[in-house]
């Protein structure tokens, strides 16, 4: 498929075909996993343009085409990790330069700003998004990046994207969008004013719990180079299987979305109508008090539901009650995950930083995934009776 032919494709179409042609030697349907790390040269200087698989790979490259053309956008680069990813991102800066971030980010992300990149001179400001005001009052002239995620991961807080995108602009800022919890079938922020997407591909978009990725999507030229620079100079590829694996799960990232948003939904409206339940984080309920705003920048709400159990042995009494959703960290798979966020993905969050973001060890969070949703609704019932 060219190029022009890929802009009229609609998501379902891209998702399938974007990025991806017959081999030419076989026309084998799917893309072949080159598993190389290098490529024979027939003579010095002279090659076809794959020289080693740390700078280039057909695979990785059929992958980054494919979820580019999903958010929107006309560059991907595909990392080891959705850290590697945001790291790569944060290391488009320099000593001396300051980034605003969103204060309710995933553990890890916290954990690298404040603990690995801010050695290295960066500094970080932490806001509370859901205000343009408090990214506005935090902007400096050494300003260079506004990080966000919206959904955050665990309170499912929104950020208005298209308000973010101009106060990072009005101060030549990048704004980069970490947009993990919604997915581009849900919402493309690069349509929205982002620079920058980035993606832990580990999540929906692989939707298989079966590797750890990562990819930022861009439509500048400039900044495409830039990211590939350090990519190829600190290394942080993914593997060719690793690629294909999650070229696989694009393919019906549209399918299981629409899953994943119709069961997200029908957990969180359950959820919110249990007596056991103290409150119901979930962007797509009319309870939620950033709702006209969900229903303005994304087109559905996942499958990523938070709720406040009121107590850590609450808490710990349903996680462990379940038998359809697994005790684990992660999320966005087609298996159903449920954890505490303060004991596992934000254990790296300090203590003070998490009660006031409202991470208590009562919050448990929900990865809904595919399964029968009259299976899970009985699951949340008979745990919750237990908790
Ligand atoms: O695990 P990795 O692929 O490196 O992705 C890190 C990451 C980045 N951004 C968001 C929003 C994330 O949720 C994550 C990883 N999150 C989990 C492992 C989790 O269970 O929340």
Request: proline fraction near 5%; aromatic fraction near 6%; include cysteine.
């Amino acid at each position: 498929m060219s190029g022009t032919d890929e802009q009229k494709q609609r998501f379902g179409t891209l998702a399938i075909h974007a990025g991806q042609e017959p081999e030419p030697v076989t026309g084998a349907i799917m893309p072949p996993i080159f598993q190389t790390s290098t490529y024979v040269q027939p003579g010095l200087g002279r090659h076809k343009g794959y020289e080693y698989s740390r700078v280039q790979n057909p695979t990785r490259e059929a992958l980054e085409r494919n979820v580019a053309a999903l958010e929107g956008g006309r560059h991907g680069v595909a990392f080891s990790s959705g850290l590697a990813a945001i790291d790569a991102v944060v290391k488009l800066l320099s000593a001396g330069d300051r980034v605003v971030s969103e204060e309710n980010t995933y553990g890890g992300t916290h954990r690298m700003f404040t603990k690995v990149l801010s050695r290295l001179g960066i500094e970080f400001t932490f806001v509370d998004s859901r205000d343009p005001d408090q990214i506005r009052d935090a902007m400096r002239p050494e300003t260079r990046l506004v990080h966000l995620e919206t959904p955050t991961n665990p309170m499912m807080r929104l950020c208005d994207l298209r308000t973010a995108a101009e106060i990072a602009h009005e101060r030549d800022a990048l704004l980069c969008v970490d947009n993990t919890f919604a997915s581009p079938y849900n919402q493309r922020p690069l349509e929205l004013g982002a620079d920058i997407v980035v993606h832990s591909a580990t999540k929906y978009l692989n939707g298989h719990s079966d590797i750890i990725g990562g990819i930022a999507v861009l439509n500048e030229d400039r900044l495409t180079e830039d990211l590939l620079f350090i990519r190829k100079s600190s290394g942080g590829v993914p593997g060719p299987m690793d690629c294909w694996l999650c070229l696989r799960g694009t393919k019906t990232l549209h399918l299981r979305m629409e899953a994943h948003n119709r069961n997200g939904t029908a957990v969180a409206r359950f959820l919110e109508g249990h007596s056991s339940v103290e409150a119901t984080h979930y962007p797509g309920l009319e309870s939620h008090p950033q709702h006209e705003l969900a229903l303005g920048q994304m087109s559905g709400f996942t499958g990523m539901v938070s709720v406040e159990m009121g107590s850590a042995d609450r808490a710990k009494r349903f996680v462990e009650g379940t038998r359809i959703f697994a005790l684990a960290e992660s999320l966005g798979g087609v298996e159903s995950l449920i954890g505490i966020p303060a004991l596992m993905t934000h254990a790296s969050v300090p203590p003070d930083r998490r009660a006031a973001l409202g991470v208590t060890d009562g919050l448990v969070r929900l990865s809904v995934g595919v399964e029968d949703v009259n299976d899970i609704l009985e699951d949340l019932e008979r745990a919750l009776e237990g908790a």
